[in-house]
């Protein structure tokens, strides 16, 4: 393997669905929503994208079953509208800006090929002062203020590293729309209330607000 490839395990049945994309990374505020999404709409997975650019360790289950780290899609429904949901332990090295492209890439190719024309990424922002905060970039104008009129602020600070904005940059460039939603946090170290305040403000801009007690991701 010297090239990002996708295996397919099952044939979902889709028709233009949401892309949402939660990593791991600063406070792995996009990885903890993507679960809490997955769990909450019990998704069903149906494809891995594997890449030799991701870092050289095996993931080994209770069991002592190994695997390579992946990144893993799911499918599900909310109200008739169908969603992609992606996810997975690890991301290539930010300083590597080929390995962030191929794989990045290879996303949006893949997201294309199921008719995706939306797409929502999510990730963390660190910030010092501790504020509990969504902020949004946009693929567009129109929908960063669409966003904020949900209650997030516009994230106007110059970069988004990794996949998080790079996966949306890309889109744009082929003619996809989408957002990208940033959860304010402190550092590395997981951040589950940045996590559940994503997730929650997810929801409540995709028109299901969530009220009750969360399931436990981590």
């Known amino acids: 393997m010297d090239t990002p490839y996708l295996r397919e395990t099952a044939n979902p049945n889709l028709e233009t669905p949401i892309f949402i994309q939660g990593l791991p990374g600063f406070g792995n505020v996009g990885k903890i929503t993507a679960q809490l999404l997955i769990k909450y709409t019990d998704a069903k997975p149906f494809a891995q994208l594997y890449s030799p650019t ?6 080994v ?3 002592g079953t190994c695997r390579l780290p992946h990144y893993a899609f799911y499918s599900t429904t909310i109200d008739d509208t169908n969603f992609v949901i992606m996810t997975g332990e690890t991301q290539p090295s930010f300083d590597d800006v080929l390995a962030q492209y191929a794989v990045c890439g290879e996303i949006v190719n893949y997201v294309k090929t199921l008719n995706c024309q939306f797409l929502i990424t999510i990730g963390g922002v660190p910030l010092t002062e501790d504020k509990a905060q969504i902020y949004v970039a946009a693929t567009s104008k129109k ?3 669409d966003f904020t009129s949900k209650g997030a602020a516009v994230y106007s ?3 988004i590293v990794g996949g998080t904005g790079l996966t949306l940059a890309l889109a744009k460039e082929q003619g996809l729309r989408g957002v990208c939603l940033l959860g304010a946090t402190t550092g590395f170290k997981t951040d589950k209330n940045a996590g559940s305040l994503a997730f929650k403000f997810l929801m ?6 969530i009220k009750e007690a969360l399931p436990e991701t981590l």
């Open 54 to 59: 991701f870092p050289d360790y095996v993931i």
């Open 61 to 63: 289950n209770s069991k």
């Open 143 to 145: 929908l960063a203020e």
């Open 157 to 159: 600070r110059g970069r």
């Open 204 to 209: 409540k801009a995709l028109g299901k607000e």
